[in-house]
T-cell receptor, first 112, second 115 residues
Framework: KQEVTQIPAALSVPEGENLVLNCSFT??????LQWFRQDPGKGLTSLLL?????REQTSGRLNASLDKSSGRSTLYIAASQPGDSATYLC???????????FGPGTRLSVLP | EAGVAQSPRYKIIEKRQSVAFWCNPI?????LYWYQQILGQGPKLLIQ????????DSQLPKDRFSAERLKGVDSTLKIQPAKLEDSAVYLC?????????????FGEGSRLTVL
């Protein structure tokens, strides 16, 4: 059974710092991995989707990498801003058409 | 393109009452999911539909929860009777079918409080 963990559970950084959020999964045979952002009281917003054949994806200040063999993905946020404060979740899909399994999320606070 | 629509956004009920949530996925998305998110946790799958067929309902508490997607478009999730531990946000998501996509899109969620 796939299990997804995210460390740390919470992170507080000053504005302008570059930071890395971690996602680990127990079964490396995945179809794809998706990073989401969730603001308080809101649904999840898709940030980046990495297919199993890809090593990384980039969108603006965000870069997500995938290392299937070690069961890890990282989300790199460059030059963090207070508006980046949210909970970041990763989710893994085991196979085509199957369900996504979510991690518990990392709550990020970027201080002005 | 319109996103995933959910209603109601908030609902407060007493235990043992019933409640229903509605979801309309993104147009053309064949796969629809209902997730339960308890405060401080990641979403947990309740049920997955592809068109109007159930793909996975292994984690749906079938003694009290039911869901349908009769015409393969919008969906309803019902809880009857509700328990205190059902207090959570119920998230609907949809996904297109396609080998190189499979991206998941979420609605704003329906927050349920059971008193």
């Amino acid at each position: 059974k796939q299990e997804v963990t995210q460390i740390p559970a919470a992170l507080s950084v000053p504005e302008g710092e570059n930071l890395v959020l971690n996602c680990s999964f127990t079964d490396s045979a995945i179809y794809n991995l998706q990073w989401f952002r969730q603001d308080p009281g809101k649904g999840l917003t898709s940030l980046l989707l990495i297919q199993s054949s890809q090593r990384e994806q980039t969108s603006g200040r965000l870069n997500a990498s995938l290392d299937k063999s070690s069961g890890r993905s990282t989300l790199y946020i460059a030059a963090s801003q207070p508006g980046d404060s949210a909970t970041y979740l990763c989710a893994v899909r085991q196979g085509y058409g199957q369900n996504f399994v979510f991690g518990p999320g990392t709550r990020l606070s970027v201080l002005p | 393109e319109a996103g995933v629509a959910q209603s109601p956004r908030y609902k407060i009920i007493e235990k043992r009452q019933s409640v229903a949530f509605w979801c309309n996925p993104i147009s053309g998305h064949a796969t629809l999911y209902w997730y339960q998110q308890i405060l401080g946790q990641g979403p947990k799958l309740l049920i997955q539909f592809q068109n109007n067929g159930v793909v996975d309902d292994s984690q749906l508490p079938k003694d009290r929860f039911s869901a349908e997607r009769l015409k393969g478009v919008d969906s309803t999730l019902k809880i009857q009777p509700a328990k205190l531990e059902d207090s959570a946000v119920y998230l609907c998501a949809s996904s297109p079918i396609g080998r190189n996509t499979g991206e998941l899109f979420f609605g704003e969620g329906s927050r349920l409080t059971v008193l």
